[in-house]
């Protein structure tokens, strides 16, 4: 079974959150990156009034983070009244060795002397790996990664705008009807704004992106029934548990269809 991480460090306190899930909760692209962040920030922070700013870094994965749909999710934080002010900066490609590996090197070395059997393994893992400063591990669960690629078409751009040209963002309610973009972190590079449409649609909150319960692909969960046979006590309570929903889910779905 395919197991996420999406790692989120804070950098006033030095804390990291590790959001988990799993394949039947979603997959890996830009609505489940959003979701994440939004995720954070409704656990970290409070809505305000008050002046308050939000810096992110990101690396430059274009699948997942260097996206409209990330850019709208940030743009929505701050008409959310979480910030006043928003700014989006991505590392320069090879450059971008940061705190998050770093992090993601401790997991790793401690899964190397771990046997990981079920999601609540990896859990415990999180929560362990670090002994100075211990990570959190924040379960995301399918109703929790939401359809913000629904979010980001109410937002126009300009049609010669690209995504990927840019290495720095700022959105503030000063100008809530422009976005700052900058195409490098050069300090004497001037601010270029662009125009952008936000239609009445962008105040809701998007719904989740699956309403109804996924369906593992058929050899993997074949796989697994094998892999189950030499489990023991919890870990085989766990698949015996997850095979028989997953019986189930496929059963009415094949109702359905007939």
Known sequence: ???????????????????????????RGSNEISSCLWKFVETKYSRTQNP????????????????KIVLATL??????SF????????????????????????????????????PSDIVNLVEDAAQDNPFTAQRISQNDILHFKDLSGHIKFPNNFHVTHHLR????????????????????????LIVLGIGIQFSQLPQPQNTRPLIMDRN?????????????????????ALFEEQRELREDQENESV
């Open 169 to 192: 963002y700022q959105y503030s309610m000063e100008l809530p009807e422009n976005l700052g973009t900058w195409t490098s972190h050069c300090p004497t590079e001037p601010m270029h």
């Open 220 to 240: 993997k969960l074949a796989d697994l029934r094998k892999l189950a046979e030499f489990l023991f006590a919890e870990p085989l309570a766990f698949y015996t």
């Open 1 to 27: 079974m395919s197991n996420y991480n999406l790692g989120i460090s804070r950098a006033n306190d030095k804390k990291t959150t590790m959001h988990l899930w799993t394949e039947l909760d979603g997959g």
């Open 83 to 118: 910030f006043s002010s928003v700014e989006q900066k991505f590392f320069v490609t090879g450059h971008s060795f940061n705190v998050c590996d770093r992090n993601f090197g401790i997991l790793e070395a401690k899964m190397r002397k771990t046997t990981l059997l079920t």
């Open 52 to 67: 308050r700013r939000l810096v992110v870094w990101f690396d430059r994965c274009i699948g997942q983070n260097n996206k």
């Open 75 to 80: 743009i929505k934080l701050v008409r959310a």
